[in-house]
Nanobody, 118 residues
Framework: EVQLVESGGGLVQPGGSLRLSCATS????????MKWHRQTPGAEREFVAS????????NYADSVNGRFTISRRNAENTVYLQMNALKAEDTAVYYC???????????WGQGTQVTVSS
């Protein structure tokens, strides 16, 4: 059974930091590009960041570049999203996504809520 379990969300003040984690199981982690997406009510899900399995090359949405850092530990089948200098507009449900390098099929986690508010 494929599982992607996000954790680390919560309430944080503007300018603060959070670190999201996504523990995965049930698939070959190194066959997958790992991504984070987010969604606010009434809006479509948007891409946040991605990381390749071996080169660990990363890609970021312009809105988070320089503030967020994605990383992965292949030995632990886990991906992280370090979020710094958080803004109110970062408030969203954050989803961990695994995209197969060959078929481009995807698995999605259930999401974790991040709220940035004073």
């Amino acid at each position: 059974e494929v599982q992607l379990v996000e954790s680390g969300g919560g309430l944080v003040q503007p300018g603060g930091s959070l670190r999201l984690s996504c523990a995965t199981s049930g698939f070959t982690f190194t066959n997958y590009v790992m991504k984070w997406h987010r969604q606010t009510p009434g809006a479509e899900r948007e891409f946040v960041a991605s990381i390749e399995p071996f080169t660990t090359a990363t890609n970021y949405a312009d809105s988070v570049n320089g503030r967020f850092t994605i990383s992965r530990r292949n030995a632990e089948n886990t991906v992280y999203l370090q979020m710094n200098a958080l803004k109110a507009e970062d408030t969203a449900v954050y989803y961990c996504v695994a995209r197969n390098r060959y078929t481009r099929s995807e698995y999605w986690g259930q999401g974790t809520q991040v709220t940035v508010s004073s």
